[in-house]
Nanobody
Framework: QVQLVESGGGLVQPGGSLRLSCTAS????????MGWYRQAPGKQRDLVAI???????NYADSVKGRFAISRDNAANTVNLQMNNLKPEDTAAYYCMMNIVPKSGTNPSAHWGQGTQVTVSS
C-alpha cells in the first residue's frame, strides 16, 4: 500500500512564500512523473507543475516564474517552492505520483490527501 503525505501548507500574505513537500512510502518499484495540482472551491482540479523522472518540468502559465518544482528520487519526495504568492493561488494543493508497483507492471497515479494554501492579508 503506497501512501503520499504532504506538508507545508498554511496562511501567507500576498507576496509571501511557501514550500510544499510530498513523500511517498510503501512498496514501490519505480516512480515516474511527479506533480502538483490544485483545486479551489467550486472549481476543477488543475495542474500546477509536473516533473518527469529525468527532471523535465512543465508549469501552468499562471505560476511560471513564481513556482519551482523539484524532486529527490532517493527520498521519494517532490517539492513545490512557491514565491510571490497571490490571492488567486488560494486552493487545496494535491501531490500526484505515477508509481510502478512491481517490475513489469504499469504505473498508476497516486494522490496525496491535500494541503490548504491560503493567500490573504
Amino acid at each position: 500500500q503506497v501512501q503520499l503525505v504532504e506538508s507545508g501548507g498554511g496562511l501567507v500574505q500576498p507576496g509571501g512564500s511557501l514550500r510544499l513537500s510530498c513523500t511517498a512510502s510503501g512498496s514501490m518499484y519505480r516512480i515516474g512523473a511527479m506533480g502538483w495540482y490544485r483545486q479551489a472551491p467550486g472549481k476543477q482540479r488543475d495542474l500546477v507543475a509536473i516533473i518527469t523522472n529525468i527532471g523535465n518540468t512543465n508549469y501552468a502559465d499562471s505560476v511560471k516564474g513564481r513556482f519551482a518544482i523539484s524532486r529527490d528520487n532517493a527520498a521519494n519526495t517532490v517539492n513545490l517552492q512557491m514565491n510571490n504568492l497571490k490571492p488567486e493561488d488560494t486552493a487545496a494543493y494535491y501531490c500526484m505520483m505515477n508509481i510502478v508497483p512491481k517490475s513489469g507492471t504499469n504505473p498508476s497515479a497516486h494522490w496525496g490527501q491535500g494541503t490548504q494554501v491560503t493567500v490573504s492579508s
